[in-house]
């Protein structure tokens, strides 16, 4: 008998986490936003992230791509497993994460997501977006996230609001990029600066102090076309750590090509 699938197979979620570029643009908006947060000190606390910002990106990854691409059970375990983490954290720090800073990381999931694709592939349909939405809330739903949207709609009024209220450029954000430059390198930490500027909503780019155009913008054409020629490897190999090039080239599930 087959399992039950969390996300459908022609599921428009599947097609954006099953490509290294679309991720990758997920976790340059993601990275940015991360060290803006009122909250994240909660991510200082164990250290890890500051110490290894690139594995931190795959070890989460790796949990958001078990539960695209896994049956109903075995995604349910891995939500389950996120929480008896967060618990742990919480109980050695002695208090809780904030119900609102859950709702920020499910957002930015949700935005980037979106926006990586239509940047990378073609505008998205907007019964896509909701089907976006759709699977991330379920995944709120079951981690135990409180007031979440009630629809897609109602995300978009709640993520703009998140935005007003909860960036604030501190040490940890300053300490955070220091960070990114030190494991990237300065060639690679400006091609995550540039394609910051692109995928950014405006208050995070400004905030930020990230200029409004992006250099990388002229090149997102010749990129894409290069795909048709299988150049796209060639390519990120030559801004990628090569220390990580297997982890990226695991995670095309579906080819670019």
Do not use: C
Not at 83 to 101: E, L
Not at 211 to 225: E, G, H, N, T
Request: proline fraction near 3%; hydrophobic fraction near 40%; charge should be positive.
């Amino acid at each position: 008998m087959k399992k039950e699938l969390f996300v459908a197979e022609d599921s428009i979620v599947r097609e954006i986490w099953g490509k290294s570029d679309t991720i990758l643009f997920i976790f340059a908006g993601a990275s940015a936003e991360f060290a803006l947060n009122k909250a994240v000190d909660w991510l200082y606390f164990t250290g890890r992230l500051p110490k290894d910002p690139l594995g931190r990106l795959f070890s989460t990854v790796d949990y958001a791509r078990q539960i695209v691409f896994s049956d109903k059970e075995t995604a349910l375990r891995a939500i389950e497993n996120m929480n008896r983490i967060h618990a742990s954290v919480g109980q050695q720090r002695g208090s809780h994460i904030p119900q609102w800073a859950y709702r920020d990381v499910l957002f930015m999931l949700i935005d980037y997501s979106i926006k990586a694709y239509e940047l990378l592939e073609r505008p998205l349909e907007i019964s896509e977006k909701k089907e976006v939405f759709k699977v991330f809330w379920e995944v709120g739903l079951r981690m135990g996230i409180q007031e979440l949207p009630v629809n897609f709609e109602h995300y978009q009024t709640s993520r703009s609001l998140h935005l007003q209220q909860h960036l604030l450029r501190g040490e940890f954000t300053d300490d955070l990029y220091r960070q990114y430059r030190k494991h990237l390198g300065w060639t690679r930490y400006r091609m995550l600066l540039e394609t910051q500027i692109i995928i950014l909503p405006e208050v995070v780019r400004k905030q930020l102090g990230l200029r409004k155009f992006s250099i990388l913008s002229l090149f997102l054409f010749a990129y894409k076309f290069s795909r048709n020629f299988h150049l796209d490897e060639f390519l990120k190999a030559m801004i990628l750590p090569s220390d990580y090039k297997k982890e990226i080239r695991a995670l095309d599930r579906i080819s670019t090509h």
